[in-house]
C-alpha cells in the first residue's frame, strides 16, 4: 500500500518550503554515495544558492532535525535504517571562474574536473571539491590543502566567511570544516600546469578495486606501516561478510559485490580491527565516515 510521507519528512517540506532548489522527499540514500548502500533520507535538498544552504541549516538545528552535508558520496557509509533528518547535497554550487591562474570553484564542482584544469596531484580521487577541503582529500603526491587560496564556508549562524589557510585547521584527512561541521560552499584553488592524467588514472585503476567502494576504509598509523599492508598480514584479504568484502586488490578497501548491508560492512570493519590489534597491537581507526555518528 502505498503511504505518503512521514510526520519528519513533512516537517522538513514545511520549513524549506520558501527556499530554492530541490527537495526530495525520503530520499534513498544509497544511490547518493559511491558505496551504493543505505536507507532513506528524511528530505534531500540541493540548495541553489549558498545562502539557501545556510538558512536551511540555521532552520534545521532550530527545528531539531540532524543534518549532513552531502558532496559524492565517496567517503560515506550510510546505515540500513537511513538517516532520520535533512541531507543537503551541494550539487547545484557548480560556479566556475578563473583569473589570473586562480580557479574560484562552487562546492559541487567535481574534484576530476579541477584536476584536470591544474590540480595533477589530486587525480583520480572521486567527489566534490567541497568534500575534498573537508577531509583533506589527496594521494601520495599531496593534498588539496597544498593547492588552496582561500575556503569560503558558513558558519553556525549562516554567516559567511572567507578562511586564510592558517584558519583551516588541516591535518591528514581532516579540517576545521569537518571537525565543526561548517559547510564549504566556494574554494580558490591555485592552478599548476596542465598535465597528462593518464598515467596516474592507470596506476590506479591497477592498483584500487573497481567495485563499489568508499575508498580506504582506515586512517594509516602515523607512524609504521600502512592500514592495508597490516590488513594484508593478516591475510585478511578475500574476507567476507554477506555481500561486504575486504578487496583482493588493495586491502584497505571494503567493497560491496551487490546487494551489502551496512551492517555486513561494520561487522567487517569490527573484525578487520580485532585481527590486527592482536597480531600488530594497533587499533586501526576509521577514515569511512559512517552517517549519524
Ligand atoms: C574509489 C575511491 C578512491 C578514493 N581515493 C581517495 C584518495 O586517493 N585520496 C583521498 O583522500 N580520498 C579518496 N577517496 C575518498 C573520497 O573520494 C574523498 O574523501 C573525497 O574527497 C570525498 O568527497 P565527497 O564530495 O565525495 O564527500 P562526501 O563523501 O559526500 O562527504 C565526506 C565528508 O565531507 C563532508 N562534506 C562534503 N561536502 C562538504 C562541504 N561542501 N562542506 C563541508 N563538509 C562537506 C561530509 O559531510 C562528510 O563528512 C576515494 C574514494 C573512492 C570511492
Same mark, same amino acid.
Not at 583569473?99 to 567527489?127: D, F, H, N, Q, T
Given at each position: 500500500?502505498?503511504?505518503?510521507?512521514?510526520?519528519? $519528512? /513533512?516537517?522538513?517540506?514545511?520549513? %524549506?518550503?520558501?527556499? +530554492? &532548489?530541490? !527537495? =526530495?522527499?525520503?530520499?534513498?540514500?544509497?544511490?547518493?554515495?559511491?558505496?551504493?548502500?543505505?536507507?532513506?533520507?528524511?528530505?534531500?535538498?540541493?540548495?541553489?544558492?549558498?545562502?539557501?544552504?545556510?538558512?536551511?541549516?540555521?532552520?534545521?538545528?532550530?527545528?531539531?532535525?540532524?543534518?549532513?552535508?552531502?558532496?559524492?558520496?565517496?567517503?560515506?557509509?550510510?546505515?540500513?535504517?537511513?538517516?532520520?533528518?535533512?541531507?543537503?547535497?551541494?550539487?547545484?554550487?557548480?560556479?566556475?571562474?578563473?583569473?589570473?591562474?586562480?580557479?574560484?570553484?562552487?562546492?559541487?564542482?567535481?574534484?576530476?574536473?579541477? $584536476? /584536470?584544469?591544474?590540480?595533477?596531484? %589530486?587525480?583520480?580521487? +572521486? &567527489?566534490? !571539491? =567541497?568534500?575534498?577541503?573537508?577531509?583533506?582529500?589527496?594521494?601520495?603526491?599531496?593534498?588539496?590543502?597544498?593547492?588552496?587560496?582561500?575556503?569560503?564556508?558558513?558558519?553556525?549562524?549562516?554567516?559567511?566567511?572567507?578562511?586564510?589557510?592558517?584558519?583551516?585547521?588541516?591535518s591528514y584527512r581532516d579540517?576545521?570544516?569537518?571537525?565543526?561541521?561548517?559547510?564549504?560552499?566556494?574554494?580558490?584553488?591555485?592552478?599548476?600546469?596542465?598535465?597528462?592524467?593518464?598515467?596516474?588514472?592507470?596506476?590506479?585503476?591497477?592498483?584500487?578495486?573497481?567495485?563499489?567502494?568508499?575508498?580506504?576504509?582506515f586512517r594509516n598509523p602515523s607512524a609504521g606501516r600502512s592500514a592495508?599492508?597490516m590488513?594484508?598480514?593478516?591475510?585478511?584479504?578475500?574476507?567476507?561478510?554477506?555481500?561486504?568484502?575486504?578487496?583482493?586488490?588493495?586491502?584497505?578497501?571494503?567493497?560491496?559485490?551487490?546487494?551489502?548491508?551496512?551492517?555486513?560492512?561494520?561487522?567487517?570493519?569490527?573484525?578487520?580491527?580485532?585481527?590486527?590489534?592482536?597480531?600488530?597491537?594497533v587499533w586501526l581507526r576509521?577514515e569511512?565516515?559512517?552517517?549519524?555518528?
Amino acid at each position: 500500500m502505498e503511504t505518503g510521507p512521514g510526520d519528519g $519528512a /513533512r516537517a522538513l517540506l514545511r520549513i %524549506l518550503r520558501d527556499l +530554492p &532548489g530541490e !527537495v =526530495g522527499v525520503e530520499e534513498p540514500l544509497a544511490p547518493h554515495t559511491t558505496f551504493r548502500i543505505g536507507g532513506k533520507a528524511f528530505a534531500l535538498y540541493r540548495p541553489t544558492t549558498s545562502d539557501a544552504l545556510g538558512e536551511a541549516v540555521v532552520r534545521a538545528r532550530a527545528h531539531g532535525f540532524p543534518w549532513l552535508i552531502l558532496g559524492g558520496g565517496s567517503k560515506l557509509l550510510v546505515p540500513d535504517r537511513g538517516f532520520p533528518g535533512l541531507v543537503l547535497s551541494t550539487a547545484a554550487l557548480r560556479s566556475w571562474h578563473e583569473e589570473e591562474g586562480i580557479l574560484r570553484v562552487g562546492a559541487g564542482v567535481s574534484l576530476a574536473r579541477v $584536476a /584536470r584544469r591544474g590540480a595533477w596531484k %589530486l587525480a583520480g580521487i +572521486p &567527489g566534490t !571539491v =567541497g568534500g575534498a577541503v573537508a577531509m583533506n582529500a589527496g594521494t601520495r603526491y599531496g593534498a588539496i590543502a597544498d593547492q588552496l587560496e582561500w575556503v569560503q564556508a558558513l558558519l553556525p549562524t549562516g554567516r559567511l566567511h572567507t578562511f586564510s589557510l592558517d584558519e583551516c585547521g588541516f591535518s591528514y584527512r581532516d579540517s576545521v570544516f569537518r571537525r565543526l561541521r561548517l559547510p564549504v560552499v566556494a574554494v580558490g584553488v591555485r592552478l599548476q600546469p596542465v598535465q597528462d592524467l593518464s598515467p596516474l588514472l592507470a596506476e590506479r585503476a591497477r592498483t584500487q578495486p573497481q567495485l563499489p567502494s568508499a575508498g580506504c576504509v582506515f586512517r594509516n598509523p602515523s607512524a609504521g606501516r600502512s592500514a592495508g599492508w597490516m590488513i594484508d598480514q593478516c591475510g585478511l584479504k578475500g574476507m567476507r561478510i554477506g555481500d561486504a568484502v575486504v578487496s583482493e586488490r588493495h586491502a584497505n578497501f571494503i567493497c560491496n559485490l551487490g546487494r551489502a548491508r551496512a551492517a555486513e560492512v561494520l561487522e567487517l570493519v569490527d573484525e578487520v580491527q580485532d585481527r590486527v590489534a592482536r597480531r600488530f597491537g594497533v587499533w586501526l581507526r576509521l577514515e569511512l565516515e559512517v552517517v549519524g555518528e
